[in-house]
């Protein structure tokens, strides 16, 4: 699995202004990611930590599927991957992250279900 930076701007841009209507001054208040680096994402410069993009989609309610590139455009990679020289650390990097995203995804699921359980 593949994260487009592309699809990362332009689904916190949209869910932002006309989802929750809100400027980047409230949107990095309550996600406490400083405002410039919030504009950088929205624009399409800046990767996001792993962290970070954790707080946007809690903040913006969307998920990876929504992130997730589609086979047939460049690959792209999260903030670490700026760090890598050579293909084989590229390709290290893209598995490290993927692995990363899924065990965030697991998590949430069992904190859904546990939530769901106890609710019961």
């Known amino acids: 699995m593949s994260i487009s930076l592309t699809k990362i701007s332009g689904i916190i841009h949209h869910k932002r202004k006309n989802v929750r209507?809100?400027?980047l001054?409230?949107?990095?208040?309550?996600?406490?990611?400083?405002?410039?680096?919030?504009?950088?994402?929205?624009n399409g410069r800046f990767y996001p930590s792993i962290e970070q993009m954790n707080t946007l989609m809690e903040?913006?309610?969307f998920s990876l599927k929504?992130?997730?590139?589609?086979?047939?455009?460049?690959?792209?990679f999260l903030a670490m991957m700026g760090s890598a020289t050579t293909?084989?650390?590229?390709v290290?990097?893209?598995?490290?992250?993927?692995?990363?995203?899924?065990?965030?995804?697991?998590?949430r699921l069992r904190?859904?279900?546990?939530?769901?359980m106890t609710s019961c």
Not at 69 to 76: G, I, S, T, Y
Not at 95 to 101: A, D, G, Q, V, W
């Open 111 to 116: 904190k859904s279900q546990g939530e769901e």
């Open 87 to 90: 293909e084989n650390e590229r």
């Open 92 to 107: 290290n990097f893209d598995k490290m992250i993927s692995m990363m995203l899924c065990l965030r995804k697991h998590d």
């Open 25 to 42: 001054e409230e949107l990095s208040r309550e996600t406490n990611i400083n405002k410039d680096t919030l504009s950088r994402i929205e």
């Open 59 to 61: 903040a913006l309610s």
């Open 66 to 76: 929504d992130i997730e590139e589609n086979p047939d455009e460049k690959k792209v």
């Open 21 to 23: 209507k809100i400027t």
